[in-house]
């Protein structure tokens, strides 16, 4: 099963459009990953059944027992996030401010204070409208440690194509170049960059393609809204041709993006010619991952 990743180094431009697209094209023959677990929404797209959902859980949170708490305070004292507070009803932990460093426990005098695992998410598996599985989920506020969702994401849907004998793992990954991004990249073969033609596009670009780069990947690049700036188009035209990047293609602005998804339908569905380019790229993308 060969594993492509879709990145963008920054957000909004169109990476989860071009991956959900390419869910379409692809259809029954590969199993998709949501792993932009901090802002999912290619559900939106795909229309998901959310049939399996499993609690995730990292890290650690702090809970203070009232029954055995003396109210010395001492936990308040140390506690550098300032997560405690004191109300009518003693001493309290905020969910959202601790950061489950074990220090007011270790310096409460009744031992009142227990570290409980923290659940930070939500996974889910689902049917999906173009015949095959996704498994997506969802961050909880203020958690953290989402490059390891995005590992339990990516376990999850890679168990799912060997067991159904899919011949893709459609990932699509988060913007940035954080660990979620690395959690994305690890064992992948090949990496689908998706950018626009702005200075921040360009930058957010150069900086992925840094962190690709060390997992000597092959690359391809789509640049979408390509005739909004054709000078900044011509900069990443030189960039990729100085990096050995693929252009996989450049897409022009299309309205028909945006009615595509008021219906709840990807681009590749509707009567605009971006649909063929998206097709031709993906065509150059099998080309790749087929040699040896």
């Known amino acids: ?35 932009d677990v901090d802002a ?9 059944d959310f049939s399996e959902s499993y609690d995730f859980y990292s890290g650690e949170i702090a809970r203070i027992n009232s029954e055995l708490c003396s109210q010395c305070g001492r936990c308040q004292q140390v506690c550098r996030f300032g997560a405690i507070d004191f109300n009518e009803d003693g001493y309290k932990v905020s969910e959202l401010d601790c950061e489950g460093c074990d220090y007011c426990r270790k ?18 598996k689902s049917n999906i409208r173009t015949g095959t599985k996704m498994v997506h989920a969802t961050m909880g ?8 969702l995005v590992a339990r994401v990516k376990a ?4 799912i194509g060997q067991k159904e004998n899919k011949s893709i793992m459609l990932v ?8 979620p991004v690395v959690s994305a990249l690890a064992g992948a073969n090949y990496a689908l960059l998706v950018t626009e033609p702005t200075m921040s596009g360009l930058h957010d670009l150069k900086r992925v393609v840094k962190v690709i780069q060390r997992t000597r990947m092959k690359m391809g690049c789509i640049i979408n809204k390509s005739d909004l ?24 602005f299309d309205t028909e993006f945006n009615k595509a998804m ?21 065509g150059k993308i099998v080309e790749t991952i087929s040699k040896k």
């Open 156 to 159: 999850e849907a890679k168990e």
């Open 141 to 148: 506020i203020g958690a953290d440690n989402s490059g390891k």
């Open 107 to 124: 310096v409460c005098p009744e031992q009142a204070i227990e570290m409980l695992p923290r659940k930070s998410g939500i996974l889910y």
């Open 262 to 282: 008021i219906l709840k339908k990807t681009i590749v569905e509707t009567d605009s010619p971006i649909k063929l380019q998206i097709e031709e790229a993906w």
């Open 1 to 35: 099963m060969t594993e492509i990743v879709v990145l963008s180094g920054k957000g909004g431009t169109g990476k989860t459009s071009v991956t959900a697209a390419l869910s379409v094209l692809i259809g029954k023959e590969a199993v998709i990953a949501d792993c």
């Open 172 to 179: 699509d990954g988060s913007p940035g170049t954080g660990c």
């Open 229 to 252: 700036n054709p000078s900044m188009t011509d900069e990443i035209h030189q960039f990729l041709g100085e990096e050995n990047i693929t252009l996989l293609a450049d897409l022009h």
């Open 40 to 48: 999912a929404n290619m559900h939106l797209l795909l229309e998901p």
